[in-house]
Structures are given as C-alpha cells and as structure tokens.
C-alpha cells in the first residue's frame, strides 16, 4: 500500500469519527486544530527564533571578551620573550655560564655589580614578570641568587628533557605551582598561585649546552581577565593547556559547576593537540561549542592561542541566556491557554441554547421514523435551525400525501391485477403455437431451430404445470438437459452436462426446480473465465447412497471461490430462523419431516461459481438459498446444501436428502 493511500485512510479514518462526534465536540476539536495547535506551534517558533538571536549576541559578546583577553596574552607573551632575549644578550653572562675554571671573588662582584643587576633591573621594570632564572650545568659555576642557579635543581621538573630537545627553540609550559628551586622538598617554599614560564636552551657558542633559562609570570599577571574577573554578567574565563590541564581564578567559576566534568567537557570537544585528534587545531583560530556540565547547559566560546599552545575559553551558562525569554513565552502561552479556555468555555454555553432546538427538532425525526406522522413542531423563526425545521414540516405532509397516494395507486394495482388474470391467456395456446412453429422449422430443414424449440417447450411445460411438489429425480434431470440445451444456443456450446446415476434413484422423487437453480448458478457465475480462456464448463451430477439418506452432488470445473467465500458461504446456508424470518416474512416455522414443526433458515447471498450471488432473479423466483429452505420446509433442517470449492479449480454443491416411504 502507498504513502498516498494509507493517508487517505488515514484522512477517511478522521473524518468518521469526527461525523460521529456531537457539535460542541466538533467545534471544541476545530479550535484544538486551527487555533490551539497552530497558535503554540507559531509561539514556540517565535520564541525559538528570540532565543537563537540571544544566542548569537551572546556568543558576539563572549567572542568580544576573548578577543580583548587575547591582546593582553600577546603582549605578555612579547614581554617574556623581550625579557628572555635581553638577559642572555650580554656577553659577560654567556661567558660565565660556559667557563671552565673558578672565578675569583673580584669576578663575581663584578659580575654581580654588573650584569647580574641588569637582569634584575630588567624584572623591576616589568612588575608582571616573577622570575628571571639561568641554569648552569657548568661545575665551576657559582650560584648567584636570584639569577643564576644550578642545572641541577630543576632535573625533576616535567619540562627539562623536553627543553634540551628543542635545540634552542621556546617550550611555554602551563605549571600549578611556583616552585622556589632553592627548597629542597616540594612541600616547602611553595606559593600556591599557578604560573606559566618561558624556557629555552641556552647554547655557547651555538650548538654547545650552558644551561637553561626560564622566564615566568604568573598566571593572574598572564591572563588578567582569567583570574581577576570583573565582569559583573554570567560568563567566566578559563584557560586549557595542551595537557588537557584547566586552569582559573579561585572564586571564577560557580560552586554548583563540576570543574572536573568541565575539563573532561573541553578536553574532548576542543582540538587540543593529542586531545581531539580528528580536529585540525592549527586550523581553527577561534569558534563555539555547547555542552553541560552538572545537567546544566553551557555556550562556550574558545580562541587558540598559538604561541603558548593553549586556549582561551569563555563560559557562559545558557540558562542566564534564555532566563528572560522562557519567562515571556511561558507567559504568552498561559494567556493563550486561558483566552482558549474562555472561547470554549462561551461557545460550550452558545451551543446549549442552539443545540436545544436542534434537540427538539431530533424527536420529531424519530417520531417520524417509528411511523408517527401527525406531529406538531413548534420551533419557528428565521436561522439554519427555524429553516430545517420548516422544510422537515413541509416534508412530513408531503410523505403523508404520498402514503395517501400509495394507498389509492395499491388499491387500483390490484383491481387491474385481477383484470389482468381474467384475460390470461390460456398455457396450451403457447404450447400449441410452439409446436406449429417447431413443424415450419422442421418442413424448412432447420434442425437446430426445430430442436431448440422442443428444449424450450420441455422447459416451459415443466415450469407451468406445478400439479405437485415432488417429481421423479429423472424429469428434473430431463429440464436440465433443456435448460443446457438452450443455454449453449446463448453460449454457442461452451456448456456441458453429464450424469453418472444409477437407473434406480432415477425413479426417486425430489423437490421440484431444486436442481435447476444449482445449475443455474453454475453457468451464470463458474463460467467467468479470463478473457481468452477458451474453456468448456462442464457440470457432472452424481448420486451417492447413504444408510438413510441420498446425497445428489452438483459439481463443476469452473472459476471456484476463496476460503472466506466458501466459509461465509456454509455458515449463511446454515443460519438463524430470524434470517429466514427476514427474508421471507413467515413465522419461521414451517412443517417438516413427519408432520412437526421445523425452524426455517435465511435466505442470503451465496457466493463462487455454483453459488457466486444472490440467485433470487431465477425462473420462478428460486435460488440457491431458496432450494435450502424448501428442502428444511419439506424434510426438516437435519438435511439441505452443503458447498466444497477450491479456487480456480471446480465448485462441488452437496444436496442431502432423506431415504424415506416417498423414496423408497
């Protein structure tokens, strides 16, 4: 079954129940259709619409602080690597870093005085700055504090191997502590604010390692707007390293916010290197994502920074977004709800007082309908109500002329009826017509026309002489090789008939015509061949002997029926009494076999090639279920039809009747 077709059901489907709906329902569920329905489908758009544009702005305004965030990132990068390049621009420095014999005490003053005091002067300057540190490998180094230190005191840290495979090249690394590196012990000397430090190699002459210098700042000097947030809205600044590592102020994010989940969040949405490999990160400078944490919805804004190889993100949760815009829908929808309400509520009332009439005007229609005529409506005025009410009046003494008229037009049916019978003309002056006619055919030499008429006087005789209810097994087969003969004349000898019946039930008497409609339905309806099936149908009538009973079976090669044909078939031949009450307008109770009183059972339609319709249109007003009742009126319903049939292949018509004195 199509699309199209399964809609229409679908629609048809609809439409009957809304027929069989009352009209203030009706009219409820138009507004559900038209109004209600589509006025909260266009709501909700609306507001969808609002609520992205927020979103929009939103992401612009988050994108903004990035953006600004960003520039102060750049200039601290720029003034780390200003400061990183000056403190290794002296020569004296460089020289010491890779000397190879102690220096004397005027060397170190001197060194002190000098260079060393320049570096320091140069982190005055910059407040931003916390530390300028040079780590020597040398052995005849002496530590100058705060400046030069030994290689030795930061081996452990995660960073060293990676800065001596650099080959002199800026490693930036993300660090949650500043470690002093004269402690021995982690635990001592730490201060808890995190910070990010500049290292490289230090190679002299090129190609020769000295040592280690290290640049640091920390974090809340780095990235202002991240750890010294002031903006007074929703959103807040954190920082992602190329570890997967966040990092924010201390009171920067809510306390309801699972910093963990958020890390794990970013870490898979962001193309960090190694994170999220499937994402090329040098292409992407900065855009949004949204994810939630904690069952609560967040747009994220991220920018990459690729200096220091890590992200900007700014957060923003997207219930402060929508806050605003829920609040209004919801309070549009409840005043449509409660507009609807007091529309429905009004129309509900208005209904009352039309449907009232409509009500009265209702039991004047059944009055009529269970046969009362005279009634006196009292609904009047103007309206689609008062209209149908006067046309219905004018409609009742119209049927009341109208029965008049039946009753005088019955009367005189019948006086012309009797008319009619009085001038009948007389059985044998056919007969006697039809044999002079028969001479003519036979004088001019015409076989076929001479043998036709013998077939249809034969038929005729037997149809009109009705002296008994019963006739030999043999004349009934005798009107059928009549009835087959004329028949073959309309189907040009597509019909055939044969009989297999011992002599000796040829002398039982049967119900006359109770064959011939069986035959009858056979040709009418088995022989409905396809188009270009050249085929013969032939009916074969069997008797079959039982203990006390004779089985004469009707069986033919047609077209069949399916299952639930045949089902409904045998069960409607073996119906109720009211069924044949119905049908025939008698009592339903008939006189049966040994004189008592039988049920009679309906008559209805039959169905497949012997009993493919209603057969009620035959000779005399016989048909298949017909034949089923004469035969319970006359033997009791222990007896009667039976049908077999298989689609396509033959239609078998099983008729039982008793053994009895008659038969004998």
Known sequence: MGMRARLNQTLQR????????????????AYILILFIPGIIVSVYMFNQLADNDLQDEEIKLRGALNIEAINVQNNIETMERAAQLSISDKDVLYYLQRTGEANASELIELKDNAISNIIRLQFNNPNLAHIRLYSDGQNVTELWPVILKEHRVWKEKWYDRVNQMNGKELWSFERTDKEPLQWTESTGVVSEPKIALLREIEYPT??????????????????????????????????????????GKDSLPKEMAVGELQSQLAQRLP?????????????????????????DYLAAYQYVEKIDGYLVNLSPLEAIFKDVKR????????????????????????????????????????????????????RGGGEVGELAHHFRKMVKKINELIADAVMKQAATQEAELRTLKNQIDSHFLYNTLENIKMMAEIEDQRDISDALTSLGGLMRYSLRWTSDYVSLREEINHINNY????NIRYEERMGLTTDIDSVWLRHEVLKMSLQPIVEN?????????????????????????????????????????????????????????GMRAANGSDGLEHGKGGGKQPVGPVVTAAGSLAAGVATG????????????????????????????????????????????RNA
């Open 207 to 248: 190609g020769k390692h000295v040592g280690i210098m290290e640049i640091d700042m920390l974090m809340q000097n780095f990235f202002p707007n991240v750890f010294n947030n002031q903006d007074p809205g929703q959103s807040r600044m954190v920082v992602l390293d190329n570890e997967g590592q966040l990092f924010h």
């Open 14 to 29: 609809v439409r009957f129940r809304m027929e069989q709906m009352s009209l203030q329902r009706r009219l409820f569920a």
């Open 328 to 379: 209004t829908r919801n309070q549009i929808i409840a005043a449509f709800i409660i507009l609807f309400a007091a529309v429905s509520v009004a129309t509900y009332f208005l209904n009352g007082i039309i449907l009232k009439k409509l009500h009265q005007l209702t039991e004047s229609m059944k009055r009529v309908r269970q046969g009362d005529f005279h009634i006196d409506l009292t609904i």
């Open 618 to 661: 035959d000779a005399g007003g016989i048909g298949l279920l017909n034949v089923q009742q004469r035969i319970w009126l006359h033997y009791g319903k222990g007896y009667g039809l039976r049908v077999e049939s298989e689609e396509g292949a033959f239609t078998r018509v099983v008729m039982t009747i008793p053994l009895s004195e």
């Open 522 to 578: 056979s040709i009418k309806h088995g022989s409905q061949f396809p188009r270009g099936a050249m085929r013969q149908l032939v009916i074969a009538i069997t008797v079959v002997a039982l203990e006390d009973s004779l089985e004469i079976v009707v069986e033919d090669n047609g077209i069949g029926m399916r299952e639930e044909q045949l089902e409904g078939l045998n069960w409607k031949l073996s119906g109720s009494m009211n």
């Open 272 to 296: 960090a290197g190694g994170l999220a490999p499937e994402l090329d990160k040098d292409n992407v400078e900065s855009a949004s994502i949204r994810f939630a944490v904690n069952g609560r």
């Open 484 to 487: 087959i003969a004329i028949m």
